[in-house]
């Protein structure tokens, strides 16, 4: 079936310096949609990025990612990290394209330390 | 525009009792969707629902947990003779129909029920 893997469990970094969060995922569908959501503490998940054309880089809020479906991954990198960023970060594929149940990763949490 | 709206915000239940979770979709919304979130599991599926029609409960546990859309305006998600395991914070999601002009249908979340089972 569809999964998405996300390989780190707890990232800390210090402010100002450039985040990575990883993910790959496995999908039988040849056009999947692949999501970040972002969940900060006592919140719910709201979705920072979104993308389902290959090679394009999306961007919002400093984030961005590109879908790359060769490597079939869609990792979330940022330039510089601030305070603001510590949050868990979750990684989420569609099964149905535009219109489907989402598959989460299993989480990352990013700390930002001053 | 108030959001996903889910009550109560916590249940407390005693093992082998009953808990009714209830969900209200945003206004205009067609599909609404049950996620559960552990610690240990992160983010997991349970069931969504299209037009008020099930399509997809895959993730569902089969035997205690059930759940309905009798109108556009709710959902509701019971789970039968709760167990430790059962403690999750549940949440609910809603989204437009793709077509019509729309081609992704974000799903935007509530704040979820968090149902702790003694």
């Known amino acids: 079936g569809d999964s998405v893997t996300q390989t780190e469990g707890l990232v800390t970094l210090t402010e100002g310096l450039p985040v990575m969060l990883n993910c790959t995922y496995q999908t039988i569908y040849s056009n999947p949609f692949l999501f970040w959501y972002v969940q900060h503490l006592n919140e719910s998940p709201r979705l920072l990025l979104k993308s389902f054309t290959d090679n394009k880089r999306t961007e919002h809020q400093g984030f961005h990612a590109t879908l790359h479906k060769s490597s079939s991954s869609f990792h979330l990198q940022k330039s510089s990290a601030q305070l603001s960023d510590s949050a868990l970060y979750y990684c989420a594929l569609s099964d149905r394209g535009n219109q489907g149940k989402l598959i989460f990763g299993q989480g990352t949490k990013l700390s930002i330390k001053p | 525009n108030a959001g996903v709206i889910q009550t109560p915000r916590h249940k407390v239940t005693g093992k082998g009792q009953e808990a009714t979770l209830w969900c209200e979709p945003i206004?205009?919304?067609?599909?609404v969707f049950w996620y559960r979130q552990t610690i240990v599991q992160g983010l997991e599926f349970l069931t969504y629902?299209?037009?008020?029609?099930?399509?997809?409960d895959s993730g569902m546990p089969k035997e205690r947990f059930s759940a309905q859309m009798p109108n556009q305006s709710h959902s509701t998600l019971k789970i039968q003779s709760t167990q430790p395991q059962d403690s999750a914070v549940y949440l609910c999601a809603s989204s437009l129909d793709v077509g019509q002009g729309v081609n992704y249908a974000e799903q935007f979340f509530g704040p979820g029920t968090r149902l702790t089972v003694l």
């Open positions: 206004s205009g919304h067609s599909a």
């Open positions: 629902f299209r037009n008020q029609a099930p399509i997809d």
